[in-house]
């Protein structure tokens, strides 16, 4: 198909403009020849375009689909209306200023913050390819960062633009990219002074100019220099032709360099540079424009000093450039005169004042002469060959003498400042690569141009030339990669222009060779040139004047004016002047600035040494070219000469690395936002070469196309049984085939399909015609179906109205019928009512006579029968009350005579009782017999029980008949007393009825009264009711002004809630990051300590409080201090001096280790003895409760009483033993044994105490309940109510007797048990007296052994008996120390048979004798002791206090195998919090024994090993979910231990005894808490890692709705694909936290935070990924999120639904995002589009409507006025304070949610915590 068919009807072109340079229109007409007849979009005019040459027709313009591509070379048709309308909607429509154009990265200047260069943004772009994500410069700086590490092979940033365009920002970002993605952590922090240089350069580089602000005056190459872990590891700095001149002159409306104008505003802070305001120096005030909007000339000078302090400059320094600058300035405002009339002067000769005030400031501050310096300011030096002659110089020769003077102490300041920043970014470190950022000026065209622009447009042709070859190569390249068949493109090759300029002959050589002519002038250059350059193509002549030559240049034609052109390119300075200014003597930067070998040989002072690595070395110094350096024989060089040079090492530079461009574009020059003047673009864009790219790619193939999208966009171009899914190529062939005839209009590639231009938009033409056919068809088969459906209902309608009218007809015919059947049946059952009334009246009045006259009969019999039943009553019940009388009499007669009798034989029984239980014998034989007779009383109590439950059915029968004999008696009374009542009922009737008549007669007179006063109501209640309708309206207004204002107080402290709830939140958030930063920089300090280095000393955390030791590890140990301790008890024997001796007599030989196995033996024991003194005061303490509590069995305490007489009376009789010892080695001996028979008596008494209160508290209730029960049941059966025959039960009153009888019995019991207690506790008190005595007559004779063992023996005797008793004592120990290791082992065995017992039970072996034979200490599992039963018989096992006890040697040893050795899978097996656990027993017996130091130790090892085992496996899930658990368990239980009340509420009594005693660990839990928190972030950060590389492919870019965005798949998708393997990592996830038992709240908390890092990278991405911004990718991203929310659900829902709630708002903004992609985007939709997209920003929601793209033409576009209308509800929705927030565009993904670490306390005894085998810590810990 040829082009001219695709001007068909309907089709859309461009053409010219005089002002938008390209308008729309529309073909109305098919093109006929040579004519095109096309309508305006906007105006809608017509316009009849000729057309001269078929080859030049109006461009046409792209499908939708294609418009705002993010790259230019995509577009069907490249052309420049394609270009420009494409940067125009991308720009001004979607607010994106980047775009790509092939390598290039086209970048618009805003002139607005945009929010798009965080650090979320330079994560987002980090490891992302270019093209994968929206268009930025941090793409191209990691495209850069990419090929450096995967090529090694250097790279650079070539950054161009005119002035005003963005370059110095593009390329401070992009330098920003660098120091962020390859930040040291070296202390040189390289990275901070790259972006520190930028102020300074910015200050004394950058100028305002007409079109810029900040506009540079300079070009700068930035090398970034990186080692080999692609760190950066230093900078270095090349300028280029600074702009000098502006120092001296600026042009209306612009100004001199910021750094001036910062001087001034900070005059006060500097006095002694005397400056005044900018407007009073002549220098400042030419342009009349000294002000920028927004910017503060004093806060930028102070960033100015900050930055130069940053870089190393110093303070000496800076006061000395600024007196540099200060001089300048003053030298500007030297007045120059005439001089006064004179014979010896010439009339116009220049003259100053010597008084002159600015002259006097410059020789003061330089410290020079000040007539040397008006001298040679006003004279000249002239050299001939016979002598030297000085002149005085006219006022305009001198004025341009200064100025150059000036010029050239700022260029040469500029140049040592760059040398000061060099040197600054110089490092030691090795450099292999670098990356290079050049901050070029563009091409530049103005009304007058001179030498700068000459220079800076021979810069562009070398950097465009370079230009064109790369994008060359790289087309060719890609052709040659897919294998395509290729002609060699012709592009433009600028090199006649660059050869008129460097050629021998050229502008450049003519230009020198007229400076060095001691008569050159600018006309002779002009002359030259055109007698010499004529031939060249590039070379014009102007056509009038001969002051000027044009150059034709890749842009445009430029003409220069010469003037100037000579003494710019000289840059001369008066040698005199010079020599002046160099005898400063009060500013050292003067001499440092014009050092004679400052630039001699031009290698020393170069502002950029070339890296070592470089493989182009230039012929010429890489010096800066703000001062032209000489020539080797000492003849200066010129400026162009010199900037050649410089320009060619630069080609050299940038050809010996992989170039990647940046255009920076101007979009209008009144510095408006989003402003976009067509006509300035444009000639931007042909000046930068974004259109010769563009010409480039549309000569090849520009469009390419992969087949599987090719596929999916254009299968519907081929019929359905042609379409092969398994074979896209083939069927992309067949397609293309069918529709495109010239097969020279595409080519197939290994992986692509290459379209020349225009051909894409033709399938697209294609497309839309298919898709309008098949819509036509389906438009009238929907229209059919619809009349259809229309018609039809039509008709139901009008049978049913037919139906209707003939059911109503008949309905009323019948409806007569049934009303004449009707009245027929009411006549007949009226006359049949009548009849029956009748006759039912005569048969009433006949029965109520016989009625009357049978009842009368009856009643009088009934009367005579009552009256004989009463008399005998009567009698019976007299005589049975005096018989009842004479039994009660005889009865307590016996009962007294019983009570006395059995009084005496109680009474004398209880004292013989009291005698025997006073006897220890007596107690044991009646706990021999207890056993015999609780099962007896057992027996007893069953069979009563057996007999209660037999008479149980009697009673219930007897109590039914009792019942019904009862209700019998009540029927018989009840029908005598109505046979009464109904006699006098008839004269009651009677006279009532008398009483109705007149009643009646009242009761119209009421019924009158009543009608007047209810009149009279009606009349009052409607006043009442308008009374009350005005008091209820005051009411409601009352009440809702209460409730408005209870409402508002409400909010108000809702609102101060929340800003608490915000603020407390806010600083756990960041003490949480600076917890991370803490983290991260350990890491990398770890990182930096794992290479060899030198030994140093270091201070450890247990050294805080101990100033004997001196070293440390981490530095963050700093800050904990040593802990609270309190004063410690040690044993008596720890005060013996063993090696003290008298007068330096024989000193005892005594064994060390002896001394130490009895020191703790003795420890060991006075711990026992305290811990059962503890336990004594709690009996005591429950005993004096019992005492003041109601009566209990007086036994019990009488028991206890004797016991502790018993205990009492051997006491003394030990201590009488030990009195009546005289000798003191016998007393030593006997003190020795009485502790050993003490200890075994303590134990057994112990024993004894447990097994006769369990026998006392089971035997307890028996006859105190039976008496308690008597009483109760006797006192409610006195008070109980029996109706009228309670003299029946209670005849004799006997029962009252008996309460009574039993209330004296037990008042008197009471007051005798008062009395035994009060004697038993003054009894109690005294024995306590004498215990506390007894103790410390023991602590006495303790000491008195430790002084007999200390002194000398004084014979032989005793000298064997101390022998005797150290060796004694230490087999002693030993024998104990070997019981204690059997005594465990066997508990531990007993424990094993145990649990070997209940597995074989649980297996089905119930018969387990053989295996328990003899082990008397198994008990059945099934088998229940009665509790009544005590273990009297068997010994109590040994009682552990839940301690370890380890030897401080072996604690790198049980460290290692507790916490660097486990493995995760060998901990699943183990305890929950086992390490956690021992650790924490470990810290008990530290405290027990008061080891502060060893307590210490412990946990700085602790903390190391669990550091440094994460450290080592920082890619494990597992290890840090244990570790996280452990350390949370560990600091759970220092808390529950702790002895706060606040943890101890669900404590039992034995945890309560066993919290911590001495130590106080308040700060070690804040420090556990805070490596938890170091743990926390690891498992967030590791788990952030897993997911990340799959959450792009699962959730964004996972296609599993077929149709939607590609063909159905025929392949099932494998399990591991899409968000299948998302949801498998997560599970496993799960799974590992879940295992290693981490706390619920914690893992809710972890998914939380991992669910907001998956929604935040999906937003960010979908956010800067225009190919995601369509319905159908919503769709099926919706989808695939709904995944997750299942996942969710099912996984989650067992921590609850408020936490499944709160997993799934944090997926809210994804959410909301892709709703937005399919919601309905119209106006009449704003309001529901902002309530749904309430997670999301206004900057969110626009940048993705901006993106938003129809796939279709039939889909609806977004439209401007839509999002204008989204953007401000959401501002007015957000308020008015969020335009002063921050906004950002990217969500953080780094942002961390505050985590709190609830109390968990353990129900897990520690006295049963055992040491599995596993662990292999058997031989270093002993349980205590």
């Given at each position: ?15 010219e ?10 073909v ?76 290039v ?12 260069y ?49 370059k ?22 390289v ?8 102020p ?80 009073s ?31 190393g ?37 220049a ?34 060959a ?23 102490m ?70 040659i ?18 050869d ?87 500013c ?19 502002t ?50 992989t ?13 408006l ?5 067509p006509a ?12 010769e ?110 139906a ?133 009383l ?12 037999a ?9 039914e ?17 109505l ?123 247990s ?106 009376k ?62 109760v049941?006797?006192?409610?059966l ?5 109706g ?43 024995t ?26 004084k ?189 101890q ?104 935070q ?50 499944v ?14 709703q ?10 704003v ?44 501002q ?37 915590v055992e ?14």
């Amino acid at each position: 198909m040829t082009t001219k068919e695709l001007y068909t009807k309907g089709a859309r072109i461009w053409v010219e403009h005089p002002e938008k340079v390209w308008e729309s229109a529309t073909v109305t007409a098919d093109y006929r020849s040579g004519v095109l007849i096309a309508k305006l979009d906007q105006t809608g005019e017509i316009r009849q375009i000729k057309i001269k040459d078929e080859n030049q027709m109006p461009p046409l313009r792209n499908p939708s689909l294609l418009i705002g591509q993010n790259d230019l070379t995509s577009l069907s048709y490249l052309h420049e209306p394609a270009v420009l309308h494409n940067l125009r909607v991308r720009f001004c429509d979607r607010n994106a200023i980047y775009t790509y154009c092939g390598i290039v990265l086209v970048a618009i200047n805003p002139y607005n913050e945009l929010p798009i260069y965080g650090d979320e943004t330079i994560m987002a772009y980090r490891g992302q390819s270019m093209g994968d994500l929206d268009p930025h410069i941090f793409a191209v700086s990691e495209e850069a960062y990419t090929k450096l590490e995967r090529e090694r092979r250097d790279q650079s940033i070539i950054v161009s633009g005119e002035s005003g365009a963005g370059k110095t920002v593009s390329a401070k970002y992009a330098m920003r990219y660098f120091a962020a993605v390859g930040g040291n952590a070296s202390e040189t922090q390289v990275e901070r002074k790259v972006l520190a240089s930028s102020p300074i350069m910015e200050a004394i580089g950058n100028a305002k100019t007409t079109r810029n602000d900040n506009s540079s005056r300079f070009g700068k190459f930035i090398e970034i220099h990186f080692d080999e872990m692609y760190r950066i590891s230093g900078a270095s700095m090349r300028t280029y032709l600074l702009e000098k001149s502006r120092v001296v002159y600026q042009s209306a409306g612009e100004r001199n360099y910021h750094v001036f104008y910062q001087l001034c505003a900070a005059a006060r802070s500097m006095p002694e540079l005397q400056l005044d305001h900018q407007d009073s120096f002549h220098y400042l005030n030419q342009g009349g424009s000294p002000d920028i909007d927004g910017v503060d000339d004093l806060r930028a000078f102070n960033e100015t000093k900050n930055a130069l302090t940053t870089l190393g400059v110093s303070e000496t320094e800076q006061q000395n450039m600024f007196t540099v600058l200060a001089c300048i300035l003053h030298l500007g405002n030297i007045e120059l005169k005439c001089e006064p009339d004179s014979g010896d002067v010439e009339e116009d000769g220049a003259y100053i004042d010597p008084n002159d005030k600015h002259l006097q400031i410059v020789c003061s501050l330089l410290g020079v002469s000040k007539p040397e310096l008006s001298r040679w300011l006003t004279h000249r030096r002239i050299a001939s060959a016979h002598e030297v002659i000085v002149s005085r110089m006219a006022t305009n020769r001198a004025a341009f003498a200064r100025d150059a003077l000036a010029k050239r102490m700022y260029g040469e300041m500029f140049a040592w400042l760059v040398k000061c920043v060099n040197r600054a970014l110089e490092t030691e470190q090795n450099k292999s690569h670098f990356i290079g950022v050049l901050d070029i000026y563009g091409f530049e065209t103005f009304e007058i141009n001179s030498f700068e622009q000459f220079c800076i447009n021979y810069a562009n042709e070398k950097l465009q030339q370079q230009f064109n070859s790369h994008v060359f190569k790289l087309e060719q390249d890609e052709y040659i990669k897919e294998e395509i068949s290729w002609k060699m493109i012709d592009f433009y090759d600028n090199q006649p222009c660059i050869d008129l300029i460097e050629d021998r002959l050229g502008v450049l050589a003519l230009l020198d060779e007229q400076c060095r002519v001691p008569q050159g002038s600018d006309q002779g250059f002009v002359t030259k040139l055109h007698e010499s350059c004529h031939k060249y193509p590039h070379f014009m002549k102007p056509r009038f004047g001969n002051q000027a030559f044009i150059i034709k240049h890749f842009a445009d034609n430029v003409e220069y004016q010469c003037g100037g052109f000579l003494e710019k390119n000289r840059d001369t300075v008066s040698e005199e002047q010079l020599e002046c200014i160099k005898s400063s003597t009060s500013c050292r930067l003067i001499h440092a600035m014009f050092a004679a070998d400052r630039v001699s040989e031009g290698n020393a002072t170069a502002t950029l040494p070339p890296p070592s690595r470089r493989r182009t070395t230039p012929a010429v110094p890489l010096t800066s070219l703000t001062q032209p350096p000489r020539r080797a024989s000492g003849q200066k060089q010129t400026v162009g000469a010199q900037f050649r040079a410089s320009l060619s090492a630069l080609m050299a530079t940038l050809s010996a690395t992989t170039p990647h461009y940046v255009r920076c574009i101007k979009p209008n020059d009144t510095k408006l936002p989003f402003q976009f003047h067509p006509a300035r673009a444009v000639n931007q864009l042909r000046a930068c070469g974004v259109l010769e790219t563009i010409r480039i790619s549309a000569a090849g193939f520009p469009s390419r196309w992969l087949y599987q999208d090719f596929f999916n966009r254009y299968r519907l171009l081929c019929a359905h049984k042609e379409l092969d899914r398994g074979d896209t190529k083939g069927t992309c062939r067949r397609i293309l085939a069918a529709h495109l005839k010239d097969p020279d209009k595409y080519q197939f590639g290994a992986t692509k399909i290459f379209f020349r231009a225009g051909q894409v938009a033709y399938l697209e033409k294609l497309r839309a015609d298919i898709q309008r056919l098949y819509c036509v068809r389906i438009q009238s088969c929907v229209r059919r179906f619809v009349a259809r459906r229309k018609y039809l209902r039509r008709m139901r309608a009008l049978r049913g109205l037919q139906a209707h009218c003939r059911g109503f007809l008949a309905r009323r015919f019948a409806q007569e019928v049934r009303r004449t059947r009707a009245a027929i049946k009411i006549q007949r059952y009226v006359r049949g009512w009548s009849a029956r009334r009748r006759y039912r009246q005569l048969r009433r009045l006949a029965v109520g006579l016989q009625a009357h006259a049978r009842g009368y009969l009856a009643r009088r019999l009934y009367r005579d029968a009552r009256r004989v039943k009463a008399s005998l009553t009567i009698q019976r019940y007299a005589r049975g009350y005096l018989a009842r009388k004479r039994v009660k009499a005889m009865r307590r007669g016996i009962i007294i005579a019983q009570a006395a009798v059995r009084r005496f034989l109680a009474r004398r029984l209880y004292k013989r009782l009291r005698i025997e239980a006073r006897s220890l014998d007596h107690v044991k034989t009646l706990n021999k017999g207890l056993e015999n007779k609780i099962i007896s009383l057992q027996q007893k109590l069953g069979e009563a029980q057996q007999k209660t439950k037999a008479l149980e059915p009697l009673a219930v029968q007897l109590a039914e008949a009792k019942a019904k004999l009862e209700l019998l008696r009540l029927v018989e009374i009840e029908a005598k007393t109505l046979k009464v009542s109904i006699v006098d009922k008839d004269s009651i009737i009677a006279a009532l009825q008398t009483e109705l008549a007149s009643e009646r007669d009242s009761n119209k007179q009421l019924v009158e009264e009543k009608k007047e006063i209810e009149k009279t109501y009606k009349i009052e209640r409607v006043a009442w009711e308008g009374e009350s309708e005005k008091l209820v309206n005051e009411l409601k207004s009352s009440k809702e002004q209460f409730d408005l204002a209870i409402e508002e107080r409400d909010k108000q402290l809702e609102q101060e809630k929340k800003a608490l709830s915000a603020e407390l939140e806010a600083e756990r958030q960041s003490r949480q990051k600076l917890l991370s930063t803490q983290y991260e920089l350990q890491e990398r300090l770890d990182s930096l300590q794992r290479a060899p280095a030198t030994k140093e000393h270091r201070r450890s955390l247990s050294d805080a409080s101990n100033n004997s030791q001196q070293e440390t590890t981490v530095e963050d140990d700093f800050g904990y201090g040593s802990v609270r301790s309190v004063e410690n008890s040690r044993p008596a024997l720890e005060a013996v001096n063993w090696s003290a001796g008298s007068h330096g007599g024989p000193m005892p030989i005594a064994d060390a280790g002896l001394v130490l196995r009895m020191q703790n033996r003795i420890s060991a024991l006075q711990s026992e003895l305290s811990r059962t003194t503890k336990r004594a005061t709690d009996l005591e303490e429950r005993l004096m409760n019992r005492l003041s509590s109601p009566p209990t069995n007086p036994n019990l305490d009488r028991f206890k009483v004797e016991e502790l007489e018993i205990e009492n009376k051997k006491l003394r009789e030990h201590l009488e033993r030990l009195r009546s010892a005289g000798d003191t080695t016998l007393l030593t001996k006997e003190v020795i044994d009485q502790l050993g028979i003490m200890q075994k008596e303590l134990d057994r008494r112990r024993d004894e105490c447990v097994q006769l209160k369990s026998v006392l508290t089971n035997t307890k209730p028996q006859w105190f309940q039976t008496l308690k029960n008597v009483t109760v049941n006797l006192k409610s059966l006195t008070t109980s109510s029996y109706g009228s025959d309670v003299d029946i039960v209670n005849e004799d009153g006997e029962l009252a007797t008996a309460y009574e009888t039993q209330k004296g019995i037990n008042r008197q019991l009471q007051e005798e048990l008062m009395a035994e207690k009060k004697f038993y506790s003054d009894h109690i008190s005294k024995t306590k007296a004498e215990i506390d005595r007894l103790r410390e007559e023991n602590e006495k004779y303790q000491k008195l052994l430790s002084v007999e063992l200390s002194q000398e023996p004084k014979n032989k005797q005793q000298e064997f008996a101390q022998n005797e008793i150290i060796k004694l004592a230490a087999e002693s120990l030993a024998l104990q120390e070997r019981v204690d290791k059997l005594s465990e082992s066997c508990r531990r065995y007993k424990n094993q048979i145990r649990l070997l017992v209940t597995k074989l039970r649980e297996a089905g072996i119930q018969d387990v004798s053989d295996i328990l034979e003899g082990n008397d200490t198994v008990v059945p599992q099934n088998t229940s002791l009665a509790p009544e039963i005590a273990p009297v018989s068997r010994k109590k096992e040994r009682e552990y206090l839940g301690m370890f006890e380890y030897k401080i040697q072996d604690e790198a040893t049980i460290i290692k195998k507790l916490i660097t050795d486990l493995k995760p899978r060998t901990a699943v097996t183990l305890l929950p919090g086992l390490p956690a656990y021992i650790i924490f027993m470990m810290l008990r017996h530290m405290d027990h024994v008061d080891d502060e130091p060893k307590m210490h130790q412990l946990l700085k090892a602790v903390r190391i090993g669990v550091k440094k085992t994460l450290r080592k496996r920082s890619d494990s899930v597992e290890y840090s979910a244990l570790w996280l658990a452990n350390m949370l368990r560990l600091l759970n239980n220092l808390r529950q231990y702790s002895g706060d009340a606040v943890y101890q509420k669900e404590n039992t009594p034995r945890q309560n005894q066993q919290c911590l005693r001495i130590f106080d660990l308040s700060e070690y839990r804040q420090l556990l808490s805070d490596i938890a928190v170091q743990i926390y972030q690891g498992v967030i950060t590791l788990l952030e890692r897993q997911v990340e590389r799959l959450i792009v492919g699962a959730i964004l870019e996972y296609e599993e709705i077929s149709g939607l965005s590609g063909p159905a798949r025929a392949p099932p998708s494998p399990p591991g694909a899409g968000p299948a393997r998302l949801k498998q990592e997560l599970g496993a996830a799960h799974d590992h936290l879940h295992e290693y038992h981490v706390d619920a709240s914690l893992r809710v908390m972890i998914f939380k935070q991992l669910f907001y890092y998956i929604c935040a990278y999906s937003l960010n991405q979908l956010l800067l990924r225009k190919d995601l911004c369509c319905w159908a990718k919503g769709l099926q991203i919706r989808y695939n999120i709904s995944h997750l929310e299942n996942w969710i659900k099912e996984q989650l829902a067992e921590y609850g639904q408020k936490s499944v709630d709160e997993i799934l708002s944090v997926l809210k903004p994804i959410t909301q995002a892709v709703q937005l992609l399919q919601a309905r985007k119209s106006l009449a939709d704003v309001q529901s589009t902002v309530d749904m997209c309430s997670n999301l920003t206004a900057m969110q929601v626009c940048k993705i409507l901006n993106m938003y793209t129809p796939a279709e033409d039939y889909e609806v576009k977004v439209t401007r006025e839509f999002i204008h209308e989204i953007q401000k509800k959401m501002q007015e929705k957000a308020g008015p304070k969020a335009d002063k927030e921050p906004q950002n565009l990217l969500m953080d993904s780094k942002m961390i949610f505050s985590v709190q670490f609830p109390f968990n306390p353990s129900s897990i005894r520690l006295e049963d915590v055992e040491l599995p085998e596993v662990l292999g810590l058997e031989g270093l810990l002993t349980k205590i």
